[in-house]
């Protein structure tokens, strides 16, 4: 059977596998943005709290991902659990690391302006500092997303949904029939949807950043 052939006997097999790995990838990438930019307006003040909380999320993503996936089916079982937990861990650093670098760029002048227009401490951050930070805080975003598009192939290990399923089954298979097609279509699939991930970042960003702030 061509690859051709494969992709019309399969599709919708194929297609129901991308939307769950398209799914849990988004979802832990959120996930991930929402833990580390709160991690980051915790620590971004601190030199030390920034430096410890850009070493602890870079020491996570050291950990190779089948020894965290195994070390977490003791504790969460086969299937979602272990996938969520492992996938939000590693798309912390990119988050924490740009928030902070946000957050730390935005100029002091800026800040005691709007303090001296009476704003509180809240509003300085959610209305000002954060938004200037925006920028940053969605390339961490971005640089996340696109690494858990390819951690997340790895989730098949634990039972865990998507496109690594196909590649699993195509590489335990090797030189059997179609198992090469099995692998190579799990693959594309993954790199198409972290192209078409990447084209909506692209989006976003024209649309939520000033003009002013992407001229800088």
């Not at 969520?84 to 002048?109: E, F, H, K, M, S």
């Not at 799990?186 to 990447?198: N, Y």
């Not at 649309?207 to 001229?215: A, D, F, L, P």
């Amino acid at each position: 059977m061509s690859f051709g052939e494969f992709l019309a006997d399969r599709w919708s097999r194929l297609l129901v596998e991308a939307l769950l790995h398209v799914s849990a990838v988004v979802q832990c990438a959120l996930a991930a943005a929402l833990i580390g930019v709160g991690i980051g307006v915790a620590v971004y003040r601190s030199p030390f709290g920034s430096a410890a909380a850009t070493a602890l999320t870079s020491a996570i993503l050291t950990i190779p991902s089948f020894a965290l996936l195994g070390l977490l089916i003791p504790v969460l079982g086969l299937g979602v659990p272990p996938t969520v937990v492992a996938l939000v861990l590693y798309g912390l650093l990119p988050v924490v690391r740009n928030t902070i670098v946000g957050l730390g760029g935005v100029d002091p002048a800026v800040r005691d302006a709007a303090r001296g227009v009476g704003m509180s401490r809240l509003g300085v951050l959610t209305g000002v500092e954060l938004r200037l930070a925006w920028p940053a805080i969605l390339t961490g975003t971005r640089i996340a997303t696109q690494m858990l598009m390819g951690i997340a192939a790895i989730a098949a290990y634990v039972r865990g949904p998507g496109l690594g399923v196909e590649i699993f089954a195509g590489l335990t298979r090797a030189g059997s029939a179609n198992a090469t097609n099995q692998a190579v279509a799990g693959t594309l699939g993954i790199v198409v949807l972290a192209l078409v991930l990447d084209g909506i970042f692209a989006l976003i960003g024209r649309y939520t950043v000033s003009r002013g702030i992407r001229g800088q």
